[in-house]
């Protein structure tokens, strides 16, 4: 992609431009990721040589012949993947997941944890006592740098808030705040169809700024937009929650209270309980 654009467009500092520069092409030598973010040659030494510091950058020899007309071997710099941990935690129905992966988003760990739903704030609390052991087991040495979190319904990122999870019954709930505190790593949550948008569109499908729509149908139903490498939030947070859209057959109650809802028509539960109904119905007819 072209940038100055990287960091002018996506609103983000030129150490982010930087590393994500180097995550999406990477190894790349210091004028390539100037070309590529648009930032001077000046500053990408400064910025290189802070990173590396941070042990967030590596450098190498290149693996290309030496540059006869700078009279030195080229270097090459590379995320530093080995040497920090980022923590995960995913919110679904019947069980948590816990997760460590490194910076190139290679998952190092992961473990289930399953929770019997209801109140929020107890199976966070439980979710946090099982991080605190995970890291215990998982973290080998690396700097830890933070905590993701993600769960299905509308998230609010900003606050740290699930604001509506209707199939969990988990309304306004301070997610973010109580794992940081709990954790005391620092802490970002978004909706899950976000978060598979996110890593998409660093380590996958989108990487280097494509463009990509994603739609999850499990227990719930979101959906998640890329353009152009940017993840779309939209007003309050509120783009891809498709759960409650009037999509449904009128007469199918859904747990937000309405009827006619997206979800409740097409989440992995309701087709099990359509089938189900059939299958009974089937029987019965067989049998009479
Ligand atoms: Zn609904």
Known sequence: MTTGVLARDHGITSAAAVLRTVLAHGPLARDAIAELTGISP?????????????????????????????????????????????????????????????????VLASEQVPHPGGEPERILVGTAARLREFRQHHQKGRVPVGLGVASGGWVDPDAGVLVEHSSLGWYDVPAGPILAELSGLPTRVDGHARALASAEAMFGAARGGGSLVHLFVGNVVDAAIVSGGRLYRGPGSAAGTVAHLPLGSPGTRCACGRSGCFEADAAEWAVTARAGRASIAEAVEAAG
């Open 42 to 106: 000046a500053g990408i030494s400064r910025q290189c040589a802070s990173l590396a510091d941070l042990g967030l950058l590596v450098t190498r020899p290149a693996a290309r012949p030496p540059d006869r007309r700078a009279g030195r071997p080229r270097t090459e710099l590379d995320i530093a993947a080995d040497r920090h941990v980022v923590f995960g935690v995913h919110i679904a129905h019947h069980f948590a997941t816990l997760a460590a992966l490194d910076l190139r988003g290679r």
